[in-house]
Nanobody, 124 residues
Framework: VQLQASGGGLVQAGGSLRLSCVASGLSFSDYAMGWFRQAPGKEREFVASISWNGGKTTYRDSVKGRFTISRDNARNTVLLQMNSLKPEDTAVYYC??????????????????WGQGTLVTVSS
């Protein structure tokens, strides 16, 4: 499984970014996908996930109402639209694939395939 994330960059607080992750080596439409992030000096944390069919999305509380996860199964792509960005959103963002077919993407430990990460920096 290969996951290629892109779309990170430097943005001012209040701005927006859209992250993209292209997957290969798996039947993309059969698996839940997720986004995680790791800030400097902190542990990696869950950000958002989307079920295999897009019917269920889950977010960490601090990004609800600001971030939107979606998927385009025809392009093997999962997206994370990030609006109203805050300095505390600064981190390396990683996309990940669930290891269980037809999952909802709600169990962090089941995400076992990871991309290389893309850096998001939000200035105040």
């Amino acid at each position: 499984v290969q996951l290629q994330a892109s779309g990170g960059g430097l943005v001012q607080a209040g701005g927006s970014l859209r992250l993209s992750c292209v997957a290969s080596g798996l039947s993309f439409s059969d698996y839940a996908m997720g986004w995680f992030r790791q800030a400097p000096g902190k542990e990696r944390e869950f950000v958002a996930s989307i079920s295999w069919n897009g019917g269920k999305t889950t977010y960490r509380d601090s990004v609800k109402g600001r971030f939107t996860i979606s998927r385009d199964n025809a392009r093997n792509t999962v997206l994370l639209q990030m609006n109203s960005l805050k300095p505390e959103d600064t981190a390396v963002y990683y996309c990940a694939a669930d290891s269980v077919r037809y999952g909802l993407g709600m169990i962090e430990g089941l995400f076992t395939s990871w991309g290389q990460g893309t850096l998001v920096t939000v200035s105040s």
